[in-house]
């Protein structure tokens, strides 16, 4: 019975992705990941030292606005953004692509329809064997009735749906496979103690790490269930021998490919200041609980799930202790990222390999429930009815524009929940986005509820500032400060981000300034920035415009900024 409803599970991911548009599916991010391909096999030019190539195909096919992914590396290469890993994957649907454009007179540039259809219909092949392994996992734990149970909700209940299929060319559909593969062949090793499934676990684990390198933490799995059985650390460590060759033979080449490029074996390819890992201070709230993108908003099937931990506990620890330690770390390093909303998409992106992890726990709530009171059995029904049908639906709407990938507040949440349409007052609910040209919005500052900060109540003044402190009774005896020709910078104002209530802040700033002399070479400016990790993002620096200068009177300069 579990195979049959796997191949039900199977036909529904395949019909999404046959009825969901892929003419734009090598963009963004997948264009990233992707161009390992083509810049090899097609343009030979795997380092990019001539763009041109690359200019043609954005302009013509509109991957990206920009060409974010990719640095400049070191004489006149580029390094790309993204690891080699799930180019590997797309390999073979590349290559038939190839092919089938060249039998049938299609530009074989790497973007033209055939690579499209190939690479979007290849990788569901990855999403079956996922579940196929996935189900040999629940099966191995559980009974029939429950792991059809999982698949079914698993499946429909959370946003793997849509990362298995209209979106499967993400890694996270082939980091799901790798993982429950992954988890799979670690307990046949136990199990067996044969030499290949010590191979295997390392091919594996080198694959996870060229195709999004922080899943290594999956490793803490492999850990906590060889290490469990104290006469398994004297058995093991021969074994090691097999895992480690295994793994470097997978990752040697992505680190061949940044000396080359970078001149750095390792090299660490996110190179904006806006993105990094804040492990001191993860946004676990945010990502858990947050109306914008949090997981267990969007995706209450992992609330439920997470109660069947305790039953796991009584009934197998070392799968307890083995698969919380991984979920826990996972978490707190998915949400320590900076953009810990994952950009666009439906709920969050980066979890779907921990519903291998999840899947087992509801499978051990499930088991407790079917032996429970026939009340609590109907009640059990309902929420879990209750969630899969919530997800449907939100995916729906999220297909259809009605949920926003990165722009949702409590207000437009509410206001559209269950609804199929909506207007444009609803839509005023949303956030801005953050890449607007904030010159171009209409703000009511009057309704939305404000702090007033100045320059004066932040400064700490010296007995050197207090010389340059000067009151004038022409702004409203107001105190200003005095820039002599020494500095570059008056003092500033700065406000921690974390402190602030919310994701999204409008800022009005203004600064009002007098230039004594007629003769201005270089008017003043009125800069504005974020600072993340001791670097600049979305720096401003507004000048004066000479035109407006009045020498020998107060000037005001004012700039709306969003962060």
Known sequence: MPYLFFCIACLAILLIRLFTPYSDSLSWDVFGYYLYLPATFIYNDLGLTDLKWIETIIQKYGNTESFYQAYPGQ???????YPMGLSLFYAPFFLLAHIYAGLFAYPQDGFTWPYQAFISFGVTI??????????KILKKFLSDKIVVFVI??????????????????????????????LIWYVMKWDENKKIKYAVITGLLLGLITISRP???????????WILWKKDNIKTYWKRL??????????????MLYWKITSGQWIFYSYQDPCEGFDFDEPYLRQFLFSYRKGWFLYTPLAVVSIFGFPFMYKKNKRLFFSTLTFLVLSVYIISSWSCWWYADGYSQRAVISLYIILGLSLGFLLDWISVKSKAIKIMSVFILLFVLLLNLFQLWQFNHGILKGDRMTKEYYWKTFGKTNVSEKDLSLLS?????????????????????????DKIIFSSKALKKITKDSSVHNRFYYTIDTAEEFSPDITLPYRKLDGDFFWLKVTTCFYCPANNIQKP??????????????????????????NPGKWNTLTKLYLT
């Open 432 to 456: 801005h986005d953050s890449r607007i040209n904030e010159d171009t919005v209409q703000i009511k500052f009057n309704a939305l509820p404000k702090e007033i900060y100045c320059i004066f």
């Open 75 to 81: 004489e006149g290469f580029w390094v790309l953004k």
């Open 524 to 549: 003043p400016f009125l800069i504005i920035s974020t600072i993340h990790k001791k670097a600049n993002c979305k720096y401003y620096a507004i000048p004066m415009k000479p035109d407006t200068l």
């Open 126 to 135: 990855y999403a079956f064997i996922g579940l196929y392994f996935f189900l």
């Open 214 to 224: 922080n899943e290594l933490i999956c490793i803490t799995f492999v850990a906590v």
């Open 241 to 254: 021998l097999w895992l480690m060759p295994s793994f470097f033979l997978i990752v040697f080449p992505q």
């Open 152 to 181: 079914l909700l698993f499946v429909f209940g959370t946003n793997y749906l849509m990362y298995s299929s209209s979106s499967g060319l993400m890694p996270h559909n082939v980091l799901f496979m790798l993982n429950a593969m």
